[in-house]
């Protein structure tokens, strides 16, 4: 918008389910995903944005910092419910978790959980902004969010002895990873693929990179 001032971008957030459908029903002009498509879904024309990580987030000043995949499966589907369980501190575990049809939910539902159910006692919160925010505050808080998105406030976990770092997750060392996606229902044209064209150009990538993301070029790359 800086570089085009006739362009107005507007951005609603919902989740992954509802920017695939708001795709489908053509009440949006672009989609947005930060999971693969299902099968019930396929039909979009699909351009991939980047490549995220999901990050395991704790306070920062909660003294764990590598914590094994059982533990996380065993802390979300409730059947670890205190720290002293973990060994480092003592207190209730506050387990913070994404709404039903978040892209980062399935993704975290798919790559750690596995077969695993997340309970229902778990703070449920609608975007990987208020998770982060609750962790920040609760020491006894654990959650999970976009590696792109982990700042000072908290800190991500290693998970069985790996870091969500860069050069972790383009070396897919840290196997828990997820596309970013822009999807349309139709051939793009004028604005809108002047807006896709951008995102994916070296200017937009390097501007996703800054971010904390693997651009599309570095995995075209591998």
Same mark, same amino acid.
């Given at each position: 918008?800086?570089?085009?001032?006739?362009? =107005? #971008? +507007? %951005?609603?957030?919902?989740?992954?389910?509802?920017?695939?459908?708001?795709?489908? +029903?053509?009440?949006?002009? #672009?989609?947005?995903?930060?999971?693969?498509?299902?099968?019930?879904?396929?039909?979009?024309?699909? !351009?991939?944005?980047?490549?995220?990580?999901?990050?395991?987030?704790?306070?920062?000043?909660?003294?764990?910092?590598?914590?094994?995949?059982?533990?996380?499966?065993?802390?979300?589907?409730?059947?670890?419910?205190?720290?002293?369980?973990?060994?480092? $501190?003592? *207190?209730?575990? @506050?387990?913070?978790?994404?709404? &039903?049809?978040?892209?980062?939910? *399935?993704?975290?539902?798919?790559? %750690? $959980?596995?077969?695993?159910?997340?309970?229902?006692?778990?703070?449920?919160?609608?975007?990987?902004?208020?998770?982060?925010?609750?962790?920040?505050?609760?020491?006894?808080?654990?959650? !999970?969010?976009?590696?792109?998105?982990?700042?000072?406030?908290?800190? /991500?976990? /290693?998970?069985?002895?790996?870091?969500?770092?860069?050069?972790?997750? @383009?070396?897919?060392?840290?196997?828990?990873?997820?596309?970013?996606?822009?999807?349309? +229902?139709?051939?793009?044209?004028?604005? %809108?693929?002047?807006?896709?064209? !951008?995102?994916?150009?070296?200017?937009? =990538? &390097?501007?996703?990179?800054?971010?904390?993301?693997?651009? /599309?070029?570095?995995?075209?790359?591998?």
């Amino acid at each position: 918008m800086e570089e085009n001032p006739g362009i =107005q #971008i +507007n %951005v609603q957030g919902g989740g992954s389910t509802a920017g695939i459908q708001a795709t489908f +029903n053509g009440t949006c002009q #672009i989609g947005t995903s930060s999971r693969d498509l299902k099968v019930s879904e396929k039909g979009l024309k699909i !351009y991939l944005l980047a490549v995220d990580g999901i990050a395991v987030i704790a306070h920062k000043d909660n003294p764990i910092d590598d914590i094994s995949l059982d533990q996380i499966k065993g802390i979300f589907s409730g059947t670890i419910k205190d720290w002293s369980e973990l060994g480092e $501190m003592n *207190g209730m575990i @506050i387990p913070v978790t994404r709404e &039903e049809g978040s892209g980062t939910r *399935g993704a975290f539902e798919d790559m %750690v $959980m596995g077969d695993r159910v997340i309970s229902d006692a778990c703070l449920v919160q609608d975007s990987n902004g208020a998770v982060r925010e609750i962790i920040a505050t609760t020491l006894q808080g654990i959650g !999970y969010i976009s590696v792109g998105l982990v700042d000072e406030r908290e800190k /991500a976990l /290693a998970i069985n002895g790996i870091e969500p770092t860069l050069a972790n997750l @383009i070396t897919c060392k840290y196997r828990f990873t997820r596309p970013f996606l822009m999807l349309v +229902n139709q051939e793009p044209t004028g604005n %809108v693929k002047k807006f896709i064209d !951008y995102a994916i150009s070296d200017k937009g =990538q &390097e501007i996703l990179k800054g971010e904390g993301l693997i651009s /599309a070029a570095e995995i075209s790359d591998d």
